[in-house]
């Protein structure tokens, strides 16, 4: 069974970090492009980063550049994004994404497989 479970969520005052991790079962997330978006109620979906299969290229929205970072540790079947100088504006369920694609793309819609999502709350 393809699943994806992200983790590490919570609350964080401004400035502050927290790693997101997304852990694949069913699947080798190596051969995959994985992404992470953002949604708030109402709004489409964000997104956030993603990294891709074929050579590692990585991308991040402007909104996230030189905070965020993605990695994989494919010894676990993890893609983590760590957030660092958290804003509240950053305050979002945050969405881990599959898609056989070689490269990513930070598109919702080029993604297939999804988890669950984890809340990130940025207030002090």
């Known amino acids: 069974q393809v699943q994806l479970v992200e983790s590490g969520g919570g609350l964080v005052q401004p400035g502050g970090s927290l790693r997101l991790s997304c852990a694949a079962s069913?699947?080798?997330?190596?051969?995959?492009?994985i992404g992470w978006f953002r949604q708030d109620p109402g709004k489409e979906r964000e997104g956030v980063s993603c990294?891709?299969?074929?050579?590692?290229?990585?991308y991040y929205a402007d909104s996230v550049k030189g905070r965020f970072t993605i990695s994989r540790d494919n010894a676990k079947n993890t893609v983590y994004l760590q957030m660092n100088s958290l804003k509240p504006e950053d305050t979002n369920v945050y969405y881990c994404?599959?898609?056989?694609?070689?490269?990513?793309?930070?598109?919702?819609?080029?993604?297939?497989?999804w988890g669950q999502g984890t809340q990130v709350t940025v207030s002090s």
């Open positions: 994404a599959a898609s056989p694609r070689r490269r990513c793309v930070l598109r919702p819609v080029e993604y297939g497989y």
């Open positions: 069913g699947f080798t997330l190596e051969y995959y492009a």
């Open positions: 990294l891709s299969s074929s050579d590692g290229t990585t």
